[in-house]
């Protein structure tokens, strides 16, 4: 066995084999090899049934199932192995409206990164699948490109490129303990020897958390039983055969939580269930291969009542054989793909729920991470790092289980799913919940989504169309632009860089200039190394040799890892995690001035207390690092403090604030505001896929200050020209949907962009989105077309921020606490100002 290699690819599925197949393809074929502790595909790809669905409503997830299909259909013809790819097509069902508008909004977001699906009526769904009961349909979706795939084969496709580009593969050779090198390396034990290499990649399956394990990682992936059913042959499929007629596509009822498809001229149904229990839940047996568990076909039995009304073919013919066997999950059901944290160069492939049709593009963009040293597609949906140290083994049980059982359901754009929760909350958790607080999450912690108010039960209303908790959030927004309203953030992530390299290491890392003076507040950007943004992060300098750094809650471990991976490790700079031992409440609103001066002694007035600066103030008794700075576009502070304090703080607010109209506001009502200021969300309008140029950020970059992280490759970029260029839009003629986001926008009917987000401006009265459009359409006046569950609107390109373009509400530059007053949606007052550009700030 080889004693060195570049990368050690751990486990011999269809997932792993893919990562060797890249990697060697990307020209270091005779410096990667793969362990696979038994036989190829011997965990789970074996038992797989190989469907290929395109289907995702994350743009993450849909360029990797697109790079996949399109890949494997090429595999026969350079390797010479057929991997019985049939491209029959996937059609799904629709049962009622909610359904339809699920796919309506997926097949926007297919337009925009080249999936070609077709939205059927109940006939045409009869025409394509003749045996299939279309009684109670209101319509369907089809995929024509879609189909399935033999896994084994595909398998055996894979391992013959690799090797024929020299990759090694040692099969029946298990992993036994894995240590860092003192080269900064890895060294892996085998029963066969021990082999050096610089990265390692973990494709395990069901062996995630025990090869974890032996690296210090709580792998977030569990494994949960899935069954399906096999059916002996039935005369209409083996007659159809016969005549020559062509096999009909994957049937999918949502509804009815089943796919059903022909097999050998019987069927194959595959149910998720509720009930669907975790297992291996302490890891398999070592020397376990090609395992499955008994089958519970009563466990089955609403399924294949719902399947045989359907299809009543499926009830006409005998089970053949019922296949129940491991498939791996994470608590959202996406694989994790990308570095792990906290170590260098240990990749993880993991947790592939849909393992058949992720392998090709995971393998795809682990190889150009590793050799290019970035993917080329943003994979924040498939971040190992999206999961933080809150996911314990019973949290994930509760939550893989919960994902398997929520495979197809209806995924809502503002879907919250109960598992595991309530996990993490802050002190004020319960005074905003006698508040009339519905919460949601973000990396565990509990945060208001909004507040039910006038008799509105205390739950949520989900829908793609505006629902229920749009009058409430209109309400929330109004009193917030009129009066004063407070947030609950102390999900943000927060953290101290300190030391005597701490300002010299900062300016490299960040594209904009570090605030000068001690108490400046800065919006600084990491980028990634080929221009994109890749972390925000506003930036207070607490002392010289000190800041303080607040960014995304639901991104704390990418932030602060990828913060951790570039600071020198010389000891000059030190990290201190201050997430949960500071909470954070937002006040935002004309009249939180006043409200604050009630409170504290400090002088709050624009002389003494400027835009973008913090200070350090006593509320109540309690120490308070007051910033001046909001994601609202209003005068406001975010009071960060030691969370032991956060109650007392709370209740002192609200005590002096009632006759100010002092109220809660939840993250829709902020999302709502931030729109109408065109800010921008990492993830959204901020991502690797466009140079901070094009994200219209350029304010916040400072090519001449230094070299930076990126800079050249940003230069580079923006030399060759943009491809992108974000514009706001405003959305004309809709009456109960606005855009959500990856809406593809038109122009002359051919796509040329697409929304990265949208919703209602409360205090402009108007549907708004953000989009990445062609620069020659970015002008203002500009008049795009969107499409919006399944009808196209007029979209006008507008200067950015609509609402208080110049800033002076937050800057107050007028000192008049809100008294300017106009009429907003809805009937309360708010001010009105001539359009400017704005400010970008912190997302959530």
């Known amino acids: 066995m080889k004693s060195e290699a570049k990368v050690v690819v751990i486990g011999g599925g269809v997932v792993g084999v893919s990562a060797l197949y890249h990697l060697a393809k990307k020209g270091w074929g005779d410096d990667v090899v793969l362990l696979e502790k038994a036989e190829l595909t011997s965990g789970s790809t074996w038992h797989a049934a190989g469907l290929l669905p395109l289907f ?9 199932h697109k790079y996949s299909v399109n890949f494997y259909q090429t595999l026969e013809e350079e390797t010479g192995q057929s991997v019985g790819f049939k491209r029959v097509g996937n059609l799904r069902l629709a049962m009622n409206g909610d359904r339809m508008d699920e796919y309506y909004q997926y097949a926007a977001t297919a337009k925009t990164i080249g999936i070609n699906s077709q939205i059927l009526t109940p006939e045409e769904i009869r025409k394509l699948w003749p045996l299939c009961n279309t009684e109670g349909l209101v319509g369907g979706i089809l995929h024509p490109d879609d189909g399935y795939i033999q896994p084994a084969d595909l398998t055996q496709a894979l391992a013959i490129g690799a090797r024929a580009r020299g990759a090694t593969i040692y099969r029946n050779t298990p992993v036994l303990a894995i240590e860092q090198a003192t080269s900064g390396g890895w060294v892996l034990h085998t029963e066969k020897g021990d082999i050096t290499c610089d990265h390692v990649i973990s494709a395990t399956g069901n062996y995630a958390r025990k090869t974890g394990e032996m690296v210090g990682l709580d792998v977030p992936v569990i494994p949960v039983e899935h069954q399906f059913i096999v059916t002996d042959v039935h005369p209409e499929l083996k007659r159809r055969k016969a005549e020559g007629l062509p096999e009909m596509g994957v049937l999918r009822e949502p509804d ?9 001229n019987g069927f194959i149904l595959g149910p998720y269930e509720n009930g669907a229990p975790a297992c291996y839940v302490d890891g398999p047996d070592p020397r376990a291969e090609y395992e499955l568990f008994q089958e519970d076909i009563e466990r089955l039995a609403p399924h294949i009542e719902a399947a045989i009304a359907r299809v009543p073919a499926f009830g006409e013919v005998g089970i053949k054989q019922v296949y129940n066997g491991a498939i791996a999950y994470t608590p959202d059901g996406n694989p994790i793909i990308g570095p792990a944290w906290d170590i260098d160069n240990f990749w993880l492939s993991e947790g592939h729920s849909f393992g058949i049709t992720a392998a090709g593009g995971a393998g795809w963009q682990l190889a150009e991470w590793i050799v290019e040293g970035e993917p080329t597609i943003d994979m924040l949906g498939l971040e190992p790092r999206r999961f933080g140290d809150y996911v314990t083994k019973e949290y994930l049980i509760d939550k893989c289980e919960e994902a398997y059982s929520h495979v197809f359901i209806t995924h809502f754009p503002d879907e919250e799913r109960p598992a595991g929760r309530p996990l993490r909350t802050a002190p004020c958790y319960e005074r905003m919940k006698a508040k009339g607080a519905v919460f949601g999450q973000k990396f565990g912690w509990e945060r208001p989504n909004f507040f039910a108010t006038n008799g509105m039960p205390q739950e949520d209303d989900w829908s793609f169309r505006r629902s229920k908790w749009f009058e409430s959030v209109r309400k929330e927004v109004a009193n917030t632009t009129t009066n004063v309203g407070l947030l609950d953030m102390t999900a943000f992530a927060k953290c101290r860089v300190s030391g005597p390299g701490a300002e010299a290491f900062l300016g490299y890392f960040v594209a904009n200039s570090l605030p000068p003076k001690v108490g400046g507040i800065g919006l600084c950007h990491a980028l ?16 010289e040799g000190s800041f303080y750094l607040v960014s995304a809650g639901a991104l704390q471990r990418l932030d602060h890892d990828y913060l951790k991976k570039h600071m020198p490790r010389d000891g000059s700079v030190q990290f201190d995690q201050l997430t949960h031992t500071n909470g954070v409440l937002v006040l935002a609103g004309p009249k939180t001035r006043q409200l604050l001066q009630r409170v504290t002694d400090a002088d709050l007035s624009n002389e003494a207390f400027r835009w973008l600066s913090a200070q350090d103030i006593v509320i109540a008794d309690a120490p308070v690092n007051a910033m001046r700075v909001n994601f609202v576009g209003e005068l406001g ?44 969300m ?10 901070a140029y094009e994200s219209a950020m350029g304010r916040f970059v400072n090519p001449d200050k230094g070299d930076f992280l990126g800079r050249d490759a940003l230069l580079a970029w923006q030399g060759r020209g943009m491809n992108n260029l974000l514009v706001t839009l405003e959305v004309a003629e809709v009456e109960d949907a606005d855009a959500l986001g990856n809406n593809v926008l038109f122009s002359d009917g051919d796509a040329v962009g697409r929304a990265t987000g949208g919703g209602f401006g409360f205090r402009v009265n108007k549907s708004l989105a953000l989009g990445m459009v062609r620069p020659e359409l970015a002008e203002p006046g500009t008049v795009l077309a969107i499409e919006i569950l399944g009808k196209t609107y007029p979209a006008t390109v507008i200067p950015h921020s609509p609402f208080d373009p110049k800033n002076e509400r937050l800057r107050d530059v007028n000192g008049t606490n809100g008294t300017d007053k106009v009429t907003v949606s809805g009937g309360q007052s708010v001010d009105d100002h001539l359009q400017a550009p704005s400010i970008p700030a912190r997302d959530n």
């Open 56 to 64: 995702n409503m994350s743009y993450s997830v849909g360029q990797v």
């Open 637 to 680: 502070w975010e009071l960060h403090h030691p969370i032991e304090f956060q109650n007392r703080i709370f209740d002192a607010l609200f005590e002096a604030g009632e006759d100010l109209g002092l109220k809660p506001f939840g993250i829709r009502a902020m999302d709502a505001m931030r729109l109408e200021k065109s800010y921008r």
């Open 528 to 543: 990634n190394r080929n221009g994109g943004v890749h972390s925000e992060f506003t930036i207070c300098r607490e002392a």
């Open 256 to 264: 009815g939580s089943w796919y059903l498809r022909e097999e050998n």
């Open 682 to 691: 990492v993830g959204t309008e901020l991502s690797i896929e466009y140079s």
